[in-house]
């Protein structure tokens, strides 16, 4: 079954960390690009993160820029995303979306036509 | 950063009618990408590249426009078609969403 799931969410208090996992099945995880998109509770979705299909690139909104990291383990077909000094505005559902190829060398990002069902991480004292 | 902007903000309708929903981006795209949403659940892709439908999604489900007007066209909509529709732009980072369009029974 193609799919993917995350876990790792919560609550954890500001300034602190917390690392969420995406899980693939189902298809060749190793050769797409990779992202994290989030959705605050009532309002619209926002891009976060991308990682390249081999992980020599990446890309990051100027909003968590610093203070998330991408990363994946293609062996164990798992995508991560490593939060460090979170801020109640980081207080949404996170999803992952497979969204890029590479192609003769050259890779893009492509449409998000598969994503998780979600995890809800709040930011709170 | 590509400004998405999506019109109307709310639109109520009918089954059966036609919908028609527009985004504007503040500079010209080169690859656009419709979504659905649904109270609870993950977005899902509907159309890619401006105008191709991703697979399973019905014919009634119809995008068009380039540059920087697009436009998503529900030739007549079903129960089932009611809910959070966004735009996107994935041609350059960063990746940006319009804020939606709320498409909800008349």
Redesign the interface.
Known sequence: QVQLVESGGGVVQPGRSLRLSCAASGFSFSTYGM?W?RQAPGK????VT?IRSDGSRK?S??SVEGRFNISRDNSNKTLYLQMSSLRAEDTAVY?CAR?GRCRDNIC??????L????TMVTVSS | EIVLTQSPGTLSLSPGERATLSCRASQSVS?F?W?Q?KPGQ????LI??ASSR??GIPDRFSGSGSGTDFTLTISRLEPEDFAVY?C?Q???????????TRLQIK
Do not use: M
């Open positions: 992202h998109v619209g979705l926002e891009w991308f890309y909104a100027d999803y969204g893009f990002f492509d449409a998000f036509d994503w998780g069902q979600g | 690859n990408a979504y949403q993950a977005p899902r892709l890619y590249g991703a697979t966004y996107q994935y041609g350059r980072s960063p990746i940006t969403f319009g804020q939606g």
